[in-house]
T-cell receptor, first 111, second 112 residues
Framework: ETGVTQSPTHLIKTRGQQVTLRCSSQ?????VSWYQQALGQGPQFIFQ???????GRGNFPPRFSGLQFPNYSSELNVNALELDDSALYLC??????????FGEGSRLTVL | GESVGLHLPTLSVQEGDNSIINCAYS??????FIWYKQESGKGPQFIID?????DKRQGQRVTVLLNKTVKHLSLQIAATQPGDSAVYFC???????????FGAGTRLFVKA
């Protein structure tokens, strides 16, 4: 067990809708990263939060946004959903050496 | 550009045999390389890491080899077991930017 919990585990949305995914960690790590994993692909880095500030971003448009809270829990928000946003979204707490402790992910289907 | 890739998308081995999963990378800025294992329906799980100034590291039943000259690393699993069946990802970590780049993964099948 990694101590990282994500919710919801599965959800279905339609194009144009907005979605919020949540992540909580018991590790006490103050860095959290979000990844998008399309079917049959490796995880792609979306962004990282450190002490409630965005600390790095991958090649994702601004409609992907996030928040980190004082208790280090985190949210990923995606606006104006597109079909290609269908994927497994992974949250990971991160150690100072870059080791990632992943949750089991939220599987998003956009119809 | 940055990339971390795998030589083979699938690997099938007999239970008890050794498995070797290979990975090539292009970004020399990575400070660490990490191997992750992802079982069906779960998030990736850390297996073993290696610093860029090392060429070999051993764990329990696993060994990672790093060849910086040809930008290649491998994961060796000794006495492969059915529970080793999963997708294995290599990942390069740039600790300066805390950015981890994953390869596409290799699916390991273990035949009983």
């Amino acid at each position: 067990e990694t101590g990282v919990t994500q919710s919801p585990t599965h959800l279905i949305k339609t194009r144009g809708q907005q979605v919020t995914l949540r992540c909580s960690s018991q590790s006490g790590h103050n860095t959290v990263s979000w990844y998008q994993q399309a079917l049959g692909q490796g995880p792609q880095f979306i962004f990282q939060y450190y002490r409630e500030e965005e600390n790095g971003r991958g090649n994702f448009p601004p409609r992907f946004s996030g928040l980190q809270f004082p208790n280090y829990s985190s949210e990923l928000n995606v606006n104006a959903l597109e079909l290609d946003d269908s994927a497994l979204y992974l949250c990971a707490s991160e150690t100072i050496t870059g080791e990632l402790f992943f949750g089991e992910g939220s599987r998003l289907t956009v119809l | 550009g940055e990339s971390v890739g795998l030589h083979l998308p699938t690997l099938s081995v007999q239970e008890g045999d050794n498995s070797i999963i290979n990975c090539a990378y292009s970004n020399s800025a990575s400070d660490y390389f990490i191997w992750y294992k992802q079982e069906s329906g779960k998030g990736p799980q850390f297996i073993i890491d290696i610093r860029s100034n090392m060429d070999k590291r051993q764990g329990q039943r696993v060994t990672v080899l790093l060849n910086k000259t040809v930008k290649h690393l491998s994961l060796q699993i000794a006495a492969t077991q059915p529970g080793d069946s999963a997708v294995y990802f290599c990942a390069g970590v740039n600790t300066g930017g805390f950015k981890t780049i994953f390869g596409a993964g290799t699916r390991l099948f273990v035949k009983a």
